[in-house]
Nanobody, 122 residues
Framework: QVQLVESGGGLVQAGGSLELSCAAS??????MGWFRQTPGKERELVAA????????AYTGSMRDRVTISRDTTKGTVYLKIVSLKPEDTAVYYC?????????????????WGQGTQVTVSS
């Protein structure tokens, strides 16, 4: 059984930074990523990465402020966010795919974590 467990969310002041972590267990996932979702909106990709980190994908308004990385020995993927803005407030979901190349489509990812809330205060 595959499990993805996120950590690192919380309340942060605007301009601050944080790092989200996601520990995967159960199987190796070639591609992993982070999506975010706010009420009434669809999930959108923040960043994704392939197995060895040679391919990454960033989309949306956060693309210049985030860095995704992974440690395959620990089965963990990280998302570093800097210069946080109130509009970054969302639930951030870790996800994993059996595809070799990361994509931006939620339907390409079959494993999802429970999500971690990130709230940015102004």
């Amino acid at each position: 059984q595959v499990q993805l467990v996120e950590s690192g969310g919380g309340l942060v002041q605007a301009g601050g930074s944080l790092e989200l972590s996601c520990a995967a267990s159960g199987r190796a996932l070639p591609a992993m990523g982070w999506f975010r979702q706010t009420p009434g909106k669809e999930r959108e990709l923040v960043a994704a990465i392939n197995w060895d980190g040679s391919t990454t994908a960033y989309t949306g308004s956060m693309r210049d402020r985030v860095t995704i990385s992974r440690d395959t020995t620990k089965g963990t993927v990280y998302l570093k966010i800097v210069s946080l803005k109130p509009e970054d407030t969302a639930v951030y979901y870790c996800t994993g795919s059996t595809r070799l190349t990361p994509t931006s489509r939620p339907s390409d990812y079959i494993y999802w974590g429970q999500g971690t809330q990130v709230t940015v205060s102004s």
